[in-house]
């Protein structure tokens, strides 16, 4: 009978180390900081930006990942845009006359060219094809 309690006790003690144990490391692990724990996803609803569903997957993934807003360092606003379009964006912004860009570049070119006889001459071919 005497070897039943003993054997009965040395459980108990066994399992209360084995709990207390168990609970210093939970607690240890809920003290850690936050940002070593995994963050929960944001539900975002998915947009359809083609007919392509992977690349539709990629393009919902990217624009919920936020990563892309800080490419460079900071956040990319009109401020910055010159750093990507060189000093035409730069002049634009600033409302500069479109003088100062170079006619050298066939983007400013582009840009700044008169397109209202083109779009006479899309009216008239319009009228003539449709009877309007």
Request: hydrophobic share 30%.
């Amino acid at each position: 009978m005497k070897k039943k309690k003993t054997t009965k006790q040395v459980i108990r003690q066994i399992v209360r180390e084995e709990v207390a144990m168990a609970i210093k490391e939970v607690i240890t692990e809920l003290k850690q900081p936050i940002e070593s724990q995994p963050q929960p996803k944001k539900i975002v609803e998915k947009k359809s930006f083609t007919k392509n569903s992977v690349l539709n997957d990629v393009l919902n993934e990217t624009a919920s990942d936020g990563e892309w807003k800080t490419l460079g360092g900071s956040e990319f606003t009109t401020d910055r845009m010159s750093e990507l379009m060189g000093k035409q964006y730069g002049d634009m912004v600033n409302k500069q006359s479109p003088q100062a860009v170079p006619s050298s570049d066939p983007m400013a070119q582009f840009v700044n060219k008169d397109y209202s006889k083109v779009l006479e001459k899309t009216e008239e071919i319009q009228k003539r094809k449709y009877g309007k």
